[in-house]
């Protein structure tokens, strides 16, 4: 499985952007893919997730409202839609991949597949 994230950048706080995760090397339709962010000195957090296959969504209080995930099954890709972006939000984003269903990813909030991060810097 490889995943390939961009979209990162500088944008102000209040603006928005949009996250692409590019997926290969598996047929993805039993697979579960989100978004985890790190920002510098804190630890890794999950940010959303969506089943493939049915497309159910599931985000992290911290930007219910106002992040949404989706997928493009023809392309393969997995985007995350990032409005009403706050200063808090600046960290290098991730996207991943696992097989073992959204209820496992909510529980223990992991994944086995991993991508390279793409930064996201919101200034105030």
């Known amino acids: 499985v490889q995943l390939q994230a961009s979209g990162g950048g500088l944008v102000q706080a209040g603006g928005s952007l949009r996250l692409s995760c590019a997926a290969s090397g598996h047929t993805f339709s039993s697979y579960v893919m989100g978004w985890f962010r790190q920002a510098p000195g804190k630890e890794r957090e999950f940010v959303a997730a969506?089943?493939?296959?049915?497309?159910?969504?599931y985000y992290a209080d911290s930007v219910k409202g106002r992040f949404t995930i989706s997928r493009d099954i023809a392309k393969n890709t997995v985007y995350l839609q990032m409005n009403s972006l706050k200063p808090e939000d600046t960290a290098v984003y991730y996207c991943?991949?696992?097989?073992?269903?959204?209820?496992?990813?909510?529980?223990?909030?992991?994944?086995?597949?991993w991508g390279k991060g793409t930064l996201v810097t919101v200034s105030s």
């Open positions: 969506i089943s493939w296959s049915f497309g159910r969504e």
């Open positions: 991943a991949a696992d097989q073992k269903g959204l209820t496992y990813v909510i529980n223990r909030r992991t994944m086995d597949y």
